[in-house]
């Protein structure tokens, strides 16, 4: 660089010199819109099908340019965590800072390169636009501002849940997930965006958003307050539901055009979390809230303490009316006590949960098996309302040939011996049918049984679906199922249950070709030619349950109307018999937050019933 | 139970044998509908009823199936081909199968009464099919291909009916 | 038209009388006035009446989350954008105790450098049009644009860039962009003999620039001069040297300086700068290929982010001075309060009132632009 000094005074001539720009050629350029650079943020486009109307654009927008539109030709899906809500811009507030495009979960809304928009006269509505995959004048221009991986705002991974390993657990019944510690989980809690697609998509409409944040903000007993108002199960929710939610959770989105890789919260954790950090009393505290003290001299009768009957038994007891409990069993809990082992779901959890709500004033008669010590009809001559709520606990069989041996059972009744603390010997081997979550369950308690029993385990099992495709069974379950040792054997169906001299000696099974028709129906289509033989000293059945309708008494199966099996009910769970409802697995089929959904539901109903 | 639907079975197995002329075979056609949609129908009171949806829905299709062979025989371009001989298969194994497996019992579950409603539905699709191949080419092939074609369709709803109630705790699971 | 109840201001025995300059005057840089009572061609007070550009950005940004604040910070200086959002970064990762991994650090180097250049070239225009001189203005603001051209190419903005974010910058340069900046640069040096014939080494301008303005080093200290203009009083001072943030410690730059501090002195300190920065970005281009690894330090989702409490205070040097973002949370989602240390304050109000007096009036719009204040930046 030349120096030019201070003292300098510089010619007159000097800027005559500039006079050879008159032989330079004009840069002077004809005014025409000039292609964008290939980052450059112009106006927005959205991708309707990636869009999921989560509103994060909305919440970062800095000038409130994003307004979230209705649009009713959209099929919302709130299982599927699908809102018919779409981004609309006002370019009139709009700084064009992109900050909607780098926080999107799913990737639908980016910047074009295209830049000029004008308008004459009256036309400024054109300022407030509704972009769609063409950008604002139909044109299509090319990409400008998307989201990379840099700009990416969202924390996309999972806080890791730490568990045992395989060896340290597979000869005890010890929960098998450490759950979080206090730092991960507000972390974890952190990474929400506060969609509530999680709230839409359970079935019980669990204020998700809201204790998430409450465990972001530290306050766990505030976080246990939300769940309280939507769910008296919360321990055995935080540990063992099917978490709908994080299948909604607007994380969770990886689409091969959009997001690559994104991990929903882990709702059902944090849920665990907060509930395993709360002390009982305030946990009890906590559930009386709500509780009125006038008693409405009504009374409720619950067949079945499991979630539905227990749920609802809770909500009425608050509402003041007089519930009694009957159950089969000696304890409460039906198919989350009965069905599901210890490792997943700790007794003294359910325990805890159970507590609770007895703590509100629900009775429950242990040991009474309606039907047996007790009458249907004396139970309706003694209550206003009873609530039918038995679960499915009927194990289904295939029926195959030999399956009618007795070393051919059925999974939900050995998983219900096993916490009753029967003296159960477990067989060398074992070879379990089906591939659900109940199939996991048998297969990994079988294994831990034997590991004890006989310091080896040896479980087949052997299932319709393919694995990683169309499979029941929760991912983890087949993870955690194969680092403990068990065999999964897909797409295979069963054949026959070997007998030789009246002796099960194991399983005869075929080939899957096909497990769905072309309109996704459950068909499955077998290759007999491709036999497989598993030997075992027993045969485990896995495959359905059904409800065991016999307490009801001829007379009133007759009575009720019934909807391809099940018993007929309507939105609020009532029955065609005056005053019966029915609620959970055997109305709606196996799932705990359902029965719970459907215990507020039918508890709603009677409370209107009673005090109408 | 009675037991004369296991006899108008073995009957109807034996007289199919026989029968010659695709008229006779039509005619034997309907009337195994026809006493499987009495079967069906005489059934539906003998069954809970919170499993009566079943039964009643199976009596529906073989009525069904009832109408559509009787008016498949009332159509002139079949009638035309009602009188040609034709061989009928020698020995068919499943229909034997079949047909041992009609004792239902008394109230039979959902279960059973669906493995015996499969097992006739593919006794009478093989046995449609057989004659298919044994008639000669033309509107008489294409009747027994027809009739096969239905019965198997028939079949697959079932087998899927099947797997959704037994294999996955029931409809809509 | 005067309007008919007009009444001139008598303003007494003397011969004072009152001109108002502004705020849309073509000598203003930006919209803010300055009320001047003359006493012939001289000018017995100078005040000034800056508000407005008053936005009210340092109230709005403790009413929005820590990451909207980055779509209003480089607001707050329109020709000179990038040292806002590098400030209020910096500040906001010093309390978080969170550094931009070194490559962003050397980025972020990039587009201050670039911003410099940007804003110098705007400067010179300015410069010389308070004295008439029109085409510098014509060839500074399009030699300008092509600096923007590259910011457009690698932030996605021109103006705006929105590039930084705490923990680093948004994204990745794009391909073939430091070829591009090369070139950018080869240019710029090109045409510095077309500048220094048309301004730097033209009679006209040297004489009207010299001995216009006068600051001594003293009063610059005293009204809490910084940049350019103090550096044009003979002190080197520059908090990229005196007080290195970034990766400024690992560059070689002069510090120009000039001693008169008159208008002549920052105009030549501006010149210099601006290839101390083409300088600089030479080191950029040559060492940015070889410093690999990530852009940008994740920080927590931006919809629950809560900085932890605590205050820094970080400054960068600005083409207009030193420019600091003062910022407090109290652990919230938002800041508790934000100060912007704008440099143009100092000079934009005391320092112009301090050298308009006594100055004729055919200088005061050199003076004010010699002093390269940022309007938008006084007011906030």
């Keep these: ?612 | 139970m009675k037991n004369t639907n296991k006899e108008g079975h073995s009957k109807s197995y034996k007289k199919l044998q026989t029968k010659k002329t695709l008229e006779e075979i039509l005619d034997i056609a309907i009337s195994f509908e026809k006493t499987a949609r009495d079967f069906y129908t005489a059934l539906i009171p003998n069954v809970s009823k919170n499993i009566r949806y079943l039964v009643e829905e199976l009596a529906e299709e073989e009525q069904q199936h009832f109408d559509l062979f009787t008016n498949l025989k009332e159509n002139s371009e079949v009638k035309k081909q009602l009188v040609k001989k034709i061989n009928t298969p020698v020995e068919d194994h499943k229909f034997s199968d079949f047909v041992k497996l009609v004792d239902l019992g008394d109230n039979p579950d959902d279960q059973t009464i669906l493995v015996y409603a499969l097992a006739r539905e593919d006794a009478a699709m093989k046995q449609y099919r057989d004659l298919a191949e044994n008639a000669p080419k033309g509107e008489l092939k294409d009747t027994f291909s027809f009739l096969a074609i239905e019965e198997a369709e028939h079949k697959l709803e079932l087998e899927k009916k099947y797997y959704e109630i037994i294999h996955s705790g029931g409809p809509g699971m | 038209m005067r309007p008919e109840n007009y009444q001139a201001v008598p303003l007494g025995d003397s011969n004072e009388y009152e001109i108002f300059i502004g705020p849309n005057h073509p000598g203003i840089e930006g919209n803010y006035a300055l009320k001047l009572i003359l006493d012939g061609d001289t000018v017995v007070k100078g005040t000034t009446d800056a508000g407005y550009l008053h936005r009210g950005f340092e109230k709005l940004m403790e009413g929005r989350l820590w990451i909207q604040n980055l779509a209003i910070v480089p607001r707050i200086c329109v020709p000179d954008p990038a040292p806002m959002e590098v400030s209020y970064s910096l500040a906001v990762e010093e309390i978080m105790g969170i550094d931009a991994p070194i490559r962003a650090q050397w980025i972020r180097v990039l587009q201050l450098e670039l911003s410099r250049i940007a804003a110098h070239l705007f400067t010179f225009g300015g410069h010389a049009a308070t004295t008439g001189m029109y085409t510098p203005m014509y060839w500074g603001v399009a030699d300008r644009d092509l600096v923007l051209d590259l910011f457009e190419d690698f932030t996605g903005g021109r103006v705006y860039s929105i590039y930084n974010i705490p923990g680093g910058v948004r994204r990745e340069l794009p391909e073939g962009f430091l070829e591009k900046l090369s070139h950018l640069l080869d240019y710029l040096e090109s045409r510095q003999n077309d500048y220094d014939n048309l301004l730097f080494t033209n009679q006209i301008f040297v004489q009207r620039a010299k001995g216009v303005g006068v600051l001594s080093k003293e009063d610059a200290l005293e009204y809490g001069v910084t940049g350019p203009n103090l550096r044009a009083c003979g002190l080197a001072f520059d908090v990229r040297r005196d007080d290195p943030y970034l990766i400024y410690d690992q560059l070689e730059f002069d510090i120009p300086t000039q001693q008169k501090g008159d208008a002549w002195s920052r105009i030549l300190v501006r010149r210099d700068e601006l290839f101390q920065s083409i300088h600089i970005l030479r080191q950029v281009i040559a060492k940015l290929p070889s410093i690999k690894g990530p852009i940008r330090t994740a920080i927590p989702n931006p919809l629950s982010w809560n900085v932890p409490a605590g205050e820094a205070y970080a400054r960068v040097e600005s083409s207009k001075g030193e420019l600091a973002y003062y910022v407090v949370s109290d652990g919230g989602d938002k800041p508790y309060r934000v100060h912007v240390r704008g440099p143009s304050s100092m000079h934009a109000v005391q320092t112009l009132e301090f050298l308009a007096k006594g100055a004729r009036i055919e200088d005061v719009a050199q003076i004010m632009f010699s002093l390269d204040a940022c309007p938008p930046e006084v007011d906030r």
């Design chain 1, 1 to 612: 660089m030349k120096k030019i000094d201070y003292r300098d005074k510089g010619s007159i001539l000097n800027p005559l010199k500039n006079l050879q720009f008159f032989a330079r050629k004009p840069i002077t350029e004809k005014l025409e819109p000039r292609p964008a650079s290939a980052s450059y943020r112009g106006f927005h486009i959205n991708d309707m099908d990636l869009c999921i109307g989560c509103s994060s654009c909305q919440k970062i927008c800095d000038n409130a340019a994003i307004t979230m539109v209705e649009v009713p030709s959209i099929k919302e899906d709130a299982a599927k965590g699908i809102r018919n809500l779409r981004p609309a811009i006002d370019y009139g507030r709009c700084c064009w800072c992109a900050l909607c495009v780098d926080i999107c979960p799913t990737s639908a809304i980016e910047m074009t390169r295209e830049y000029v928009h004008t308008c004459d006269g009256d036309d400024t509505d054109s300022y407030f636009v509704f972009p769609s995959e063409n950008g604002i004048h139909d044109l299509k221009f090319a990409k400008g501002w998307t989201k990379t991986e840099d700009s990416d705002l969202l924390d996309r991974i999972r806080r890791p849940m730490g568990e045992m390993k395989p060896e340290a657990r597979i000869n005890n019944f010890d929960e098998v997930v450490d759950g979080f510690t206090m730092e991960m989980a507000v972390e974890e809690a952190s990474r929400c965006v506060d969609c509530g697609l999680c709230e839409d998509a359970c079935p019980a409409h669990m204020h998700a958003p809201n204790y998430i944040r409450s465990i972001y903000e530290g306050n766990l007993e505030q976080a246990v307050e939300w769940m309280y108002e939507t769910n008296p199960f919360s321990h055995v929710c935080g540990r063992v539901c099917t978490h709908i939610c994080e299948d909604a959770c607007s994380l969770g989105r990886v689409d091969e055009n959009g997001v690559k890789n994104s991990q929903p919260i882990a709702i059902r954790w944090l849920k665990r979390f907060a509930m395993d950090n709360v002390s009982k009393a305030t946990i009890k505290h906590i559930a009386q809230k709500g509780k009125t003290h006038i008693k409405s001299g009504k009374s409720v009768a619950v067949i079945g303490a499991g979630p539905a009957g227990l749920t609802a038994a809770f909500d009425l007891a608050k509402k003041g009316h007089r519930v009694t409990v009957y159950e089969a069993l000696p304890k409460a809990g039906g198919m989350t006590r009965y069905g599901i082992p210890n490792y997943r779901l700790p007794e003294d959890r359910l325990d805890q949960d159970i507590e609770v709500i007895t703590s509100v004033g629900v009775k429950i008669n242990y040991n009474v098996r309606v039907g047996t010590d007790i009458s249907m009809q004396q139970i309706h001559q003694e209550n206003d309302a009873v609530i039918l709520a038995i679960g499915l606990h009927n194990g289904r069989s295939t029926r195959i040939s030999g399956s009618d041996n007795k070393a051919v059972v059925k999974a939900v009744d050995l998983l219900r011996m096993i916490p009753q603390g029967d003296k159960f010997i477990a067989p060398k081997s074992a070879v379990v049918i089906g591939g659900g979550n109940v199939a996991m369950d048998i297969a990994r308690s079988m294994a831990r049984l034997q590991m004890k029993q006989h310091n080896k385990v040896n479980v087949v099992v052997s299932a319709l679906e393919a694995l990683g495709n169309s499979f029941l069974a929760d991912d983890e379950e087949v993870s955690e199922s194969l680092e403990e040792g068990i065999t999964i054997l897909d797409s295979r169906g069963p054949k026959q249950c070997v007998i030789s001299k009246g002796r099960l000696t194991g399983l005869e099974t075929v080939n899957v070709l096909s497990i769905f028709d072309n309109k996704g129906r459950f068909s499955p289509k077998y290759d007999n030619s491709d036999l497989q033989y598993h030997p075992a000293e027993m045969v485990i059945e896995a495959i359905g349950q059904s409800a065991d309708i016999t307490l009801l008494g001829k007379d009133l199966i007759e009575e009720l109307d019934w909807d391809r099996g099940r018993i007929k009910i309507n939105d609020n769970g009532s029955t065609s018999v005056e005053w019966l409802w029915s609620a959970g697995d055997m109305v709606k089929g196996p799932d705990v937050i359902n029965a719970v959904a459907d215990g507020h539901r039918v508890a709603n109903d009677i409370d209107s019933y009673l005090t109408r």
